[in-house]
């Protein structure tokens, strides 16, 4: 069998949902990752990083993710320029992976690669040599993600987080049509602020502080969602009949509702979507911090749930980025020797956070997996 050079197409958030914008997209590579590709280009990925039962070949499948299909070959699922590297001299850009491609696992002289083979799957005696443009017209043409969209997705749809209590001075609503208290999709709802040039805004409660858990300083506001509004007529001014100048709230429409909405509730403009795509890699300079919150109302969180972590953009962290979750030792007392004594157990790594939302002071991780329940104060590291 050739030993071809050759590559497995990484997919982002983007790519699973706009086919067209991933393939004109461009992915960030750090320079971390470029040295780790050119380096497998070379050699290929030694046989002791492979996961003990590496499978020697996988068929794509639909509901697989990245993450998912690098666990499958490798111990350390995150460490993907091992695998998309393996081409590095052929192409300039990690490209589509999709359900129903072959991925082959060829070992030689100690070393493994991936390769991918065409025709009938599970065939070894038909592999190619990938190119950037590669498609194959009988496969599902939506590429895979690279981690489990579902898991995210209400959160990038539904939460906002400021870096001040911007809502505070935010457009609120002072009224409701027919002088109600409450408002349901389609209702009318009056309020004033500035409202800038937006048309679509996002309805909130009042935000609730994220504070660091070590110094109690406030980090950032994070705002409950309740609902969609649409512009509908702006505010503006009325004469009454003594000839006062009277102000005239803006009308807006509720489009879509979490919850019942009310007065008192703040309007924020809704943010263009980020479009930039999911690279899972490890932080470059050394980086510990502590679990600010769980989303949502729970007091503890478990696999496939959302954490809030005291460090943001200015102390370096990325989208993408892979941290590893410990458990602080207990204090135990040792019996055993001459005098009983107080000792503390060492920390130990029980889990892997990945980071998809990043803010200037605080980011938003998925528990990818956690062998105890994590909770606010929980420490983190870079792997």
Do not use: C
Request: proline share 8%.
């Amino acid at each position: 069998m050739p030993a071809a050079r050759t590559v497995i197409f990484l997919a982002s958030l983007a790519a699973a949902t706009s086919p067209a914008w991933a393939q004109t997209s461009r992915l960030p590579i750090t320079p971390e990752q470029r040295q780790v590709a050119e380096q497998v280009a070379q050699a290929g990925v030694p046989l002791s990083d492979l996961a003990p039962d590496a499978p020697d070949q996988h068929t794509v499948k639909p509901g697989d993710t990245l993450w998912d299909i690098s666990k499958i070959f490798l111990k350390t699922p995150w460490r993907w320029p091992e695998l998309w590297g393996m081409n590095r001299t052929q192409i300039a850009n990690p490209h589509l992976i999709y359900p129903g491609q072959v991925l082959l696992l060829v070992k030689r002289d100690g070393r493994a690669r991936l390769e991918l083979a065409q025709g009938v799957a599970g065939s070894t005696s038909d592999v190619v040599k990938l190119r950037p443009q590669m498609r194959i017209s009988a496969l599902d043409s939506t590429p895979i993600a690279s981690i489990p969209l579902n898991l995210i997705q209400p959160f990038l749809t539904d939460t906002v987080v400021f870096d001040t209590d911007a809502l505070a001075t935010a457009p609120r609503i002072v009224a409701a049509h027919e002088g109600r208290v409450l408002l349901g999709q389609g209702d009318l709802a009056y309020a004033r602020g500035d409202f800038g040039n937006a048309s679509e805004f996002r309805i909130f409660r009042t935000a609730r502080p994220l504070r660091d858990p070590g110094t109690g300083e406030v980090l950032a506001y994070e705002a409950p969602y309740v609902g969609l509004a649409d512009l509908v007529r702006p505010a503006s001014e009325q004469t009454d009949a003594d000839g006062k100048t009277v102000p005239v709230p803006a009308t807006l429409q509720v489009r879509q509702l979490r919850e019942e909405a009310g007065v008192g509730d703040r309007l924020a403009p809704a943010p263009a979507r980020n479009l930039q795509p999911y690279v899972p890699h490890a932080p470059v300079q050394p980086l510990d911090g502590r679990i600010v919150s769980v989303y949502g109302s729970a007091l503890n969180a478990g696999q496939n749930q959302i954490v809030a972590l005291n460090r943001g953009a200015r102390d370096g962290v990325e989208r993408g980025h892979v941290l590893a979750l410990w458990r602080q030792g207990q204090q135990v007392r040792d019996t055993t020797g001459e005098r009983t004594q107080t000792i503390k157990l060492p920390d130990e790594r029980h889990g892997v956070l990945f980071v998809f939302q990043v803010y200037e002071r605080v980011s938003y991780a998925l528990i990818i997996s956690v062998q105890e329940p994590v909770g606010a104060g929980d420490r983190f590291t870079q792997p």
